[in-house]
């Protein structure tokens, strides 16, 4: 079992990280209790999404791509989006807790080390992938 320091939720199907937040339909939430949740988000808005978040007290939230309204949403409820992640839900999990780069072992394809797929700029020069 892992043991977390904060309530944290990642977008989870069939075990691996959901490919987009926006259509995701659950979210695996995390508490330092060590108890856990599966929330059904699948008819929810990205307003809703992250209302469900605040209400559960999540504070970082890890996805695969998301939509710029839906991380503007989040980050306005004080929610950390690490995101344009991909990978096995168990282990990108790990990695987080072990302080290990997540973003860098489980990047989605395209986002790589320097650029981002999306607008072929350098992170530090407006890259959108959330590798900061």
């Given at each position: 079992m892992l043991w977390v320091m904060e309530t944290i939720a990642i977008t989870n199907w069939n075990d691996i990280v959901s490919p987009l937040?926006?259509?995701?339909?659950?979210?695996l939430i995390l508490r330092p209790d060590g108890s856990r949740n599966a929330v059904d988000i699948r008819n929810m808005s990205l307003s809703d999404k992250a209302d469900?978040?605040?209400k559960e007290g999540v504070t970082v939230l890890i996805c695969g791509a998301i939509s710029s309204i839906g991380n503007a949403i989040l980050q306005d409820k004080h929610v950390k989006v690490i995101s344009w992640i991909r990978g096995p839900v168990h282990d990108v999990i790990a990695a987080y807790l072990?302080?290990?780069n997540v973003s860098e072992k489980f990047s989605m394809p395209g986002c790589g080390r320097m650029l981002c797929r999306k607008n072929k700029l350098p992170r530090h020069i407006g890259g959108h992938c959330g590798m900061r």
């Open positions: 937040y926006d259509a995701s339909c659950c979210l469900v978040c605040l072990t302080n290990s």
